[in-house]
Nanobody, 117 residues
């Protein structure tokens, strides 16, 4: 099992930046994949970015070149650096930990990001 806790959301103007943090309760090397998901108001949750235990990353097309996912292994924390934010980036951002076999997903409580135009 793992617990993940997000932080770092807030209100920002379009073009601004935010950094989200996801702190895990265990060594992140033991977690197959950690990811960030975005749920816009009235819409389904969608994948934003992932980083696996080897450090390989993957991004949704909508955030490529603007968002960066990276990790601090010593702190058991994964970050999402969000630059050039757009109003459509508004929503709740959730951290996900995908581990074990068969794999189980663990979710944080989410952190709100609001981008004003």
């Amino acid at each position: 099992q793992v617990q993940v806790v997000e932080s770092g959301g807030g209100l920002v103007q379009a073009g601004g930046s935010l950094r989200l943090s996801c702190a895990a309760s265990r060594n992140i090397f033991s977690i197959n994949v950690m990811g960030w998901y975005h749920q816009a108001p009235g819409k389904q949750r969608e994948l934003v970015a992932t980083i696996n235990s080897a450090g390989s990353t993957n991004y949704a097309d909508s955030v490529k070149g603007r968002f960066t996912v990276f990790r601090d292994i010593a702190a058991n924390t994964v970050y999402l650096q969000m630059n050039s934010l757009k109003p459509e980036d508004t929503g709740v951002y959730y951290c996900n930990a995908h581990l074990g076999w068969p794999p189980i997903d663990y979710w944080g409580q989410g952190t709100q990001v609001t981008v004003s135009s």
